[in-house]
Nanobody, 118 residues
């Protein structure tokens, strides 16, 4: 079955960096667009970034453009999110997700918590 497992979240000071990982299994990873989302308490889930199946094309939300970088390793079936210059407003639970061929995100991981202290 499809599984997505995020890791790497932790408490970090403002201005710091973190790298999140999402290990995928149960499907042909290299065929799918993958994305990262986040959700802060009391707020709606927010799309952060997507990456094409080959990794050659990315799409960033304005809120993270220039600070976050998505990448993927299809051989390892893993997608990464490098987060630099972190701000307290980046505090949220971060989720990776698989996008189906109709353009909807259909499978989600359990999330990993990122907390940025000021």
């Amino acid at each position: 079955q499809v599984q997505l497992v995020e890791s790497g979240g932790q408490l970090v000071q403002a201005g710091g960096s973190l790298r999140l990982s999402c290990a995928a299994s149960g499907f042909v990873f290299s065929m799918y667009v993958m994305g990262w989302f986040r959700q802060a308490p009391g707020k709606e889930r927010e799309f952060i970034v997507g990456v094409s199946s080959s990794g050659s094309t990315t799409d960033y939300a304005e809120s993270v453009k220039g600070r976050f970088t998505i990448s993927r390793d299809n051989a390892k079936q893993t997608v990464y999110l490098q987060m630099n210059s972190l701000k307290p407003e980046d505090t949220a639970k971060y989720y990776c997700a698989r996008r189906d061929f109709q353009g909807s995100y259909d499978y989600w991981g359990q999330g990993t918590q990122v907390t940025v202290s000021s």
